[in-house]
């Protein structure tokens, strides 16, 4: 049921995956990473070797997707391409571009509405993502627009890449980022931007407990009302 719902929207890198993974788990609920599916059909294109940013070539590959999403018994979300696990294949740097250009696409969001609502009707969830508030749950009990400046959320981002063994540059990390979220909040349909009922947490001087601290209470906050 939307009502019961949590909807955590955000630019890249905020922390949006490692605070509301916490949060589902403090409240019980399932946590629905929407990137990672967004990830897992720029993982198809790019196999295909389609232009990320031409419908014409995106479209027809969504009609054979078999995409599907489970649980392990450690509670982590995985991602099935074709019945291949690729939980670790979206992670890569180039994915990351690579899905805000197909996230673009009116046919893949249309695709990928039904996916994402169907998960709020068969559980509770806590759901990160970009419109999630805006568009996939705006019935959601709980709304947050969790942020943080561009420098904060490209160190944060480095040091991911780091504990994977995946070597970079600030520097690139923060182009990278700056550069999607030009592309996430500029695009023509859902795009990243605060519901109006969204309250706003801006984590650049907070630390991960704290963070965490406050994105609780606020939740729990909203949901008791
Ligand atoms: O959260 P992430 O970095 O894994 O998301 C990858 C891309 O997917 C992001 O740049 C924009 C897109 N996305 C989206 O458009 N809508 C969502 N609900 C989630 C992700």
């Known amino acids: 049921m939307q009502e019961k719902s949590v909807a955590i929207d955000g630019p890249a890198g905020a922390g949006k995956s490692t605070l ?4 589902a788990r403090e409240l019980g609920y399932l946590y629905v990473d929407t990137g990672a599916i967004y990830r897992t059909v720029a993982l198809r294109a790019w196999e295909a070797g389609a232009d990320p940013s031409d419908p014409e070539q995106i479209a027809p590959l969504l009609k054979g997707l078999d995409l599907r999403m489970d ?4 509670g982590v979300q995985r991602m099935y391409l074709s ?8 992670r890569v740097h180039q994915i990351s571009g690579l ?14 509405l039904d996916f994402q609502r169907r998960q709020a009707m068969e559980h509770d969830v806590v759901m ?15 709304k947050v627009f969790l942020t943080a ?7 944060r981002r480095l040091l991911e890449l ?6 970079a540059e600030l520097e690139t990390v923060l182009r990278d980022i700056v550069q999607r979220d030009e592309q996430d909040r500029n695009r023509a349909v859902a795009p990243l931007r605060q519901a109006e009922d969204a309250v706003l947490l801006d984590t650049t001087e907070l630390g991960l407990e704290e963070s965490l601290k406050a994105l609780i209470s606020l939740v729990k906050g909203r949901l008791a009302q």
């Open 20 to 23: 509301a993974r916490a949060l």
């Open 71 to 74: 649980y392990g018994a450690d």
């Open 83 to 90: 019945g291949r696990d690729v939980t670790e294949a979206i």
């Open 99 to 112: 899905a805000s250009q197909v996230a673009a696409l009116p046919p893949v969001r249309d695709f990928l």
């Open 128 to 142: 990160d993502g970009r419109d999630i508030g805006t568009v996939v749950l705006p019935h959601a009990g709980a």
């Open 149 to 155: 400046a561009p420098e904060a959320r490209a160190r």
């Open 162 to 167: 780091k504990q994977r063994g995946q070597e």
